[in-house]
């Protein structure tokens, strides 16, 4: 005789447990606490087995009557209903483990140990961990390409499209991690190529006519700040280095006899190691203050510490305090200012180029083109240093340049 809703409603609890049938192998055990339990007895290849379907009334009558059936259908198809549960539970778990957020961890993880830049590891973990977090929890398996879009478009319609192109790119790269552990089999950033807008280049507010960045020079000379400011903005002038990487300058890297600054490639944003040329004016300005950092490494501290750096807005803070906003100048403007200034002046744009560390991406040519390049480079660096003296000595205080003012050319 089938059950029925009533018949199961009206099953009250005995001192011994006791089963309702149902038919086709489902039956409902109803225990001496009152549950009522659905279970599924069956053979397989000549044994008696038991599966359980779930407790009433959460799973109902025509609900375990359907369980039944699909396991029914397995056992005609030659597959043990309860060995399909266990190994359904195994993927799930395996599933549940491999994640966006685990397998995000363990590409953070591979950078960190790679030594790649501080400043880019911080990026990059900001990206996955913050950006990407509607994808932490979800199966790497289960993430489609419109779900992606949908995680970038928003990110996009903030006004922050050159963060959702970076973001694409990074949940690509977890997702080729994925692939190549064999936890994944596509990637659906691939679908999203085109779908993004272009971001909007913003360029660095910088400083390219000489008599400004001749009036520039002399405000930082008037600059009444922590001493290792103002020098490291003098540095930055004269070498046109990145600001990170010359507030990160140790004095190991510094060669006060041979006239160098050797950066390391972990220190670059090339990942490359970069020599810079030290002027006669640079090598002036290290001696000046080589002392403030007499017992550390820095050679433009803090001035909390002298192990610590400059922070990181140091100097744009200064160029805000001298009266510079911040769409006039930066600190990154210094490399622009120095670019175009010498492209005009018409020193060669390959060693411009050089100077400025957009190496060649092939290691035999760039080292060959190092070598041909050096001597030309010293030169330039020195001529560099010489005009910004000349602009800030030209410069009068109504921001006006003497006739001499072409006295320094290319040499």
Do not use: C
């Not at 489902?26 to 779930?54: A, D």
């Not at 959460?58 to 190994?87: F, H, M, N, T, Y």
């Not at 990059?124 to 929890?137: C, E, G, H, I, V």
């Not at 906003?325 to 600190?331: H, N, S, W």
């Amino acid at each position: 005789m089938l059950l029925s809703h009533f018949v199961i409603s009206k099953a009250q609890p005995q001192v011994r447990p006791y089963k309702l049938s149902d038919g086709g192998g489902l039956h409902l055990l109803v225990g001496p606490s009152g549950s009522k339990l659905w279970r599924f007895r069956y053979r397989y290849r000549g044994k008696e087995n038991m599966l359980g379907l779930g407790a009433y009334p959460a799973v109902s009558l025509a609900e375990a009557r359907e369980k039944r059936d699909g396991a029914r259908k397995l056992l005609a198809a030659g597959i043990d209903p309860s060995a399909k549960r266990r190994q359904d539970k195994l993927d799930e778990a395996i599933a549940t483990a491999n994640t966006f957020g685990a397998i995000a961890d363990e590409v953070l993880a591979n950078k960190q140990a790679m030594e790649v830049a501080s400043a880019t590891l911080e990026k990059n973990r900001w990206l996955l961990k913050d950006l990407a977090a509607p994808l932490s929890d979800r199966p790497i398996t289960e993430i489609t390409a419109a779900e992606v879009l949908r995680l970038l478009k928003r990110i996009e319609v903030s006004g922050r499209r050159e963060s959702a192109r970076r973001l694409r790119g990074m949940i690509g790269s977890v997702f080729r991690y994925a692939i190549v552990t064999l936890r994944a089999t596509n990637d659906p950033t691939q679908a999203t190529h085109g779908a993004l807008l272009a971001p909007k280049v913003k360029h660095r507010a910088a400083i390219v006519d000489e008599k400004q960045l001749g009036g520039l020079m002399r405000a930082i000379d008037d600059y009444d700040g922590w001493p290792t400011v103002a020098a490291a903005m003098k540095f930055t002038a004269l070498t046109f280095a990145r600001p990170g990487e010359v507030r990160g300058a140790t004095r190991r890297e510094i060669d006060l006899v041979n006239a160098v600054w050797r950066i390391s490639a972990e220190r670059t944003k090339m990942r490359r190691p970069h020599e810079v040329p030290l002027s006669r004016q640079a090598i002036a300005l290290i001696e000046s203050i080589w002392t403030l950092s007499d017992h550390g490494e820095l050679v433009f501290p803090s001035i909390r510490s002298n192990r610590e750096p400059l922070s990181e807005n140091a100097l744009n803070s200064a160029l805000r305090r001298m009266g510079y906003g911040k769409d006039e100048m930066t600190a990154h403007g210094f490399r622009a200012a120095a670019s175009t200034i010498l492209h005009e002046r018409g020193f060669p744009p390959h060693v411009i180029e050089a100077a400025l560390g957009h190496q060649d991406e092939n290691e035999v040519r760039r080292v060959y083109n190092r070598a041909k390049y050096w001597s030309e480079r010293v030169q330039m660096m020195q001529s560099w240093a010489d005009l910004l003296d000349s602009l800030r000595a030209a410069t009068s205080e109504n921001g006006g340049l003497r006739d001499d003012d072409n006295a320094i050319r290319e040499r």
